[in-house]
């Protein structure tokens, strides 16, 4: 924590000064104001060499991983369950936790409720740590007085949320890397391999075959513009970052990725999982479904099949069944929805979505082994007709030289 020098008044209107820690100047004035002081000024305190390293630890700071999310949530229902006080909990979870951000927040949350906010609202001003489905679950919890069991839900949720992430990744490993190696080859050969067959080519002053002046073509354009070629590619992946940053840049990059081959449908069936699974957890702990609707679809990481959620949202406040405004949207299977009608019908709509969820996971675990085989041959075949360009274009001219040496 930071150390604030802070000027106040009291109720009386007399001035008030002193030094406190906090997390954060906001912090300091929601102390003062539960004690009934009126904030007037508050500056940091400490020398240079204290900014300087405040400044290196904000450089330094991560956001927190799931895993650290998850961890905290099942220490945080491991302590309250066993009737440690909030404050006390989140308190030592601060101390011992190894993301320098997410202890930040955690003692700022720890001013926040001192001052006397709820625990969902201290966490909401954090939402880049807290998301709102975090948010909203702690909500429920305090509202029916079963804040540890929310924590519970929260932490296997999040469990789930990294093994599915973390299956996704290790599946497109392979190919990536392998394609990163591949153009880093294609690099050094034309900048530096193919130059110098060309020189040798070109002292015997013979007329070359086609593929030859093709990777001689290649190689001088690579070698005279490669600084031209990096800055445009750093433009490009720049101009393209700035873009998807934007709502309807994201939108578009979220539904294109639902329709790369190979890969688009294992990244919706990804998706629906963590929609079901997600819709599951809120359900269970007491959210109303319009408004779980509404959490779940900033929490599917995916814009467009976000909007259909929220279109799912609107249908049901309108009237309308869950089964049928899931229907409109086209996202779901046959067999899907008519779990869904089931779970409607019976009163179970939390338990269907979960096996919902356990479907589609087992689907995308399906499609990520068969996409490494299905990914293998087109590999094979990228890399060997790169390098049957690379030898019929270096090894002709060869042969033709031979030749040209034997008829002398």
């Not at 240079?48 to 905290?72: F, H, I, Q, V, Y």
């Not at 296997?156 to 973390?166: F, I, N």
């Not at 405004?325 to 709509?349: D, I, K, R, W, Y």
């Amino acid at each position: 924590m930071a150390e604030f020098a802070y000027k106040a008044r009291n109720a009386a209107g007399e001035a008030v000064e002193g030094r406190m820690e906090a997390a954060s100047a906001e912090g300091v004035a929601a102390r003062l104001q539960g004690a009934g002081l009126i904030p007037v000024e508050i500056t940091e305190a400490g020398g240079t060499g204290a900014s300087w390293d405040r400044l290196w630890e904000k450089l330094n700071e991560r956001p927190p991983t799931l895993d650290d999310l998850a961890l905290m949530a099942r220490q945080l229902y491991a302590l309250l369950h066993a009737g440690v006080p909030i404050l006390r909990a989140l308190t030592g979870l601060a101390e011992t936790t190894r993301n320098p951000l997410l202890a930040r927040v955690l003692r700022d949350v720890v001013v926040e409720i001192e001052s006397g906010r709820p625990l969902s609202a201290a966490l909401n001003r954090h939402p880049g740590v807290f998301n709102s489905l975090f948010v909203s679950m702690i909500q429920v919890g305090e509202a029916t007085g079963r804040v540890d069991e929310a924590f519970l839900q929260l932490s296997a949720y999040l469990e789930k949320e990294k093994e599915l992430r973390e299956r996704i990744k290790s599946a497109l490993r392979y190919p990536v890397t392998v394609i990163g190696f591949v153009l880093v080859a294609l690099a050094i050969l034309n900048i530096y391999v193919i130059p110098q067959f060309a020189r040798l080519f070109t002292s015997f002053r013979a007329e070359l075959p086609l593929p030859t002046r093709i990777l001689i073509a290649t190689s001088d354009f690579f070698v005279h513009y490669w600084p031209f070629m990096l800055l445009a590619l750093v433009a490009t992946v720049a101009a393209a970052v700035r873009w998807v940053a934007t709502p309807a840049g994201r939108r578009a990059w979220d539904r294109f990725k639902l329709r790369i081959p190979l890969v688009g449908g294992i990244v919706l069936r990804a998706t629906l999982a963590r929609f079901a699974r997600a819709f599951a957890v809120s359900l269970r702990a007491g959210v109303p479904v319009a408004q779980a609707l509404g959490v779940v679809a900033l929490a599917v990481d995916n814009r467009w099949v976000g909007e259909q959620v929220a279109a799912m949202r609107n249908g049901v406040e309108r009237g309308d069944s869950l089964t049928r405004t899931a229907n409109a949207t086209g996202l779901f299977t046959p067999l899907v929805l008519q779990m869904l009608a089931v779970g409607e019908e019976s009163g179970a709509v939390d338990d269907l979505l979960e096996q919902v969820a356990g479907f589609y996971e087992r689907e995308v675990d399906y499609d990520l082994r068969r996409l490494a085989a299905a990914i293998e041959p087109v590999m094979l075949v990228l890399i060997g007709g790169l390098v049957l360009i690379l030898a019929l274009g270096i090894f002709l001219p060869m042969w033709d030289l031979i030749d040209v040496v034997k008829g002398k």
